[in-house]
């Protein structure tokens, strides 16, 4: 039987890494706030996205036991990862969402994309993208519904991932 070893495993973190990764975020089926939606396996995009904001980091890591260890990050579950220069199977990527990104918005689902394209008229340096700035929105790769999140501008959001291969 083959097996998919740790030598193909890093090339495709190495071209994920490499590639636009945004995370959208949307408001979802207000039906979820009273009843758990497990995420299809099938999706292509969110039910109803609001925005979507590319990665701020992304850096290969490896699994990492010593909080005290430098480079060591810490990700949704407690697990540990440290950050390492050279290729891993696992990549971290980190989004931050600013101040005024979606402001009042009621958050239900989030959803990372790969490849995303936009618009080539938008202004140099813009990081969060409405449906409309989006040409191309990527391939999904990752789907949450969330406990409802109703976004205050007086707080940063922020999401890590640590992405197997």
Known sequence: ???????????LAELVKNRPLHLAWGRGLAAWDNLAQPEPITATELVD???????????FVVPETDPQA???????????????ETPSRWVFVEFVFDFGDG??????????????????????G?????PDQVTQ?????????IPRLIRSGATEQIYRYVLPF
């Open 103 to 124: 402001i009042g918005e009621s958050i239900r689902e989030l959803g990372m994309f790969i490849g995303t394209q936009t618009q080539a008229n938008l202004p140099i």
């Open 70 to 84: 430098i480079n060591t990050i810490q990700v949704p579950g407690g697990d540990l990862y440290r950050i390492v």
């Open 126 to 130: 813009q990081r969060y993208f409405t």
């Open 137 to 145: 929105a990527g391939r999904l790769y990752m789907l949450d519904h």
């Open 1 to 11: 039987m083959a097996v998919l070893e740790d030598q193909g495993r890093i090339e």
């Open 49 to 59: 996205e609001i925005g979507r904001r590319v990665a701020s980091q992304k850096h």
